[in-house]
Antibody, heavy 120, light 106 residues
Framework: QVTLKESGPALVKPTQTLTLTCTFS??????????VSWIRQPPGKALEWLAR???????FYSTSLKTRLTISKDTSKNQVFLTMTNMDPVDTATYYC????????????WGQGTLVTVSS | DIQMTQSPSSLSASVGDRVTITCRAS??????LNWYQQKSGKAPNLLIY???SLQSGVPSRFSGSGSGTDFTLTISSLQPEDFATYYC?????????FGGGTKVEI
């Protein structure tokens, strides 16, 4: 059974750095073709793709946010991390991690999401 | 970056109606197009991948078509549980952009 769960602070102050953890089970990120992404959704708005890390440690980022984002993984702990620097109130959103497979393309399993509010 | 445009942004329909949602990519994405359903307060759920492949467990009233830049999601007979927001997403190249969403209302 594949599951993913996001964790991290619910509230961060402007200019602070956000670190989120995606802890997953039911698959290994060392398996060829496995990929995990971060996606966010501001309240009442559309989904926004942020970053992806692949089984071979390739990393990909949103063009508009790439200077602020870092994605990494700890394969032994089944965890993927996202750091976002210089947080702003417009970054208030529910942050999801999701799994995809090279052969699939779509994100077949998602975490429940974690709401991060940026406010002083 | 590839941009994804969905239309309409919202629609009203009745149970039993046939519903069609369109998605257009700013450049060709072959068949690397996915569709999701999202209900209020929940994570998105994958319905269709690679334009026309039905994800396991998804009812057959959902279907997808298209290639290149123009794609369609069709619900053949709308059910009460289908009232939700639908998103397209391209997986041809990163960043994997999503469309703006289509809210299907009663």
């Amino acid at each position: 059974q594949v599951t993913l769960k996001e964790s991290g602070p619910a509230l961060v102050k402007p200019t602070q750095t956000l670190t989120l953890t995606c802890t997953f089970s039911g698959f290994s990120l060392s398996t060829s073709g496995m990929r995990v992404s971060w996606i966010r959704q501001p309240p009442g708005k559309a989904l926004e793709w942020l970053a992806r890390i692949d089984w071979d440690d390739d990393k990909f980022y949103s063009t508009s946010l790439k200077t602020r984002l870092t994605i990494s993984k700890d394969t032994s702990k089944n965890q993927v991390f996202l750091t976002m620097t210089n947080m702003d109130p417009v970054d208030t959103a529910t942050y999801y991690c999701a799994r995809t497979l090279l052969r699939l393309g779509g994100y077949d399993y998602w975490g429940q999401g974690t709401l991060v509010t940026v406010s002083s | 970056d590839i941009q994804m445009t969905q239309s309409p942004s919202s629609l009203s329909a009745s149970v039993g109606d046939r519903v069609t949602i369109t998605c257009r990519a700013s450049q060709s994405i072959s068949s690397y197009l996915n569709w999701y359903q999202q209900k209020s307060g929940k994570a998105p759920n994958l319905l269709i991948y690679t334009a026309s492949s039905l994800q396991s467990g998804v009812p057959s009233r959902f279907s997808g078509s298209g290639s290149g830049t123009d794609f369609t999601l069709t619900i053949s007979s709308l059910q009460p549980e289908d009232f939700a927001t639908y998103y397209c997403q391209q997986s041809y190249s990163t960043p994997h952009a999503f469309g703006g969403g289509t809210k299907v209302e009663i």
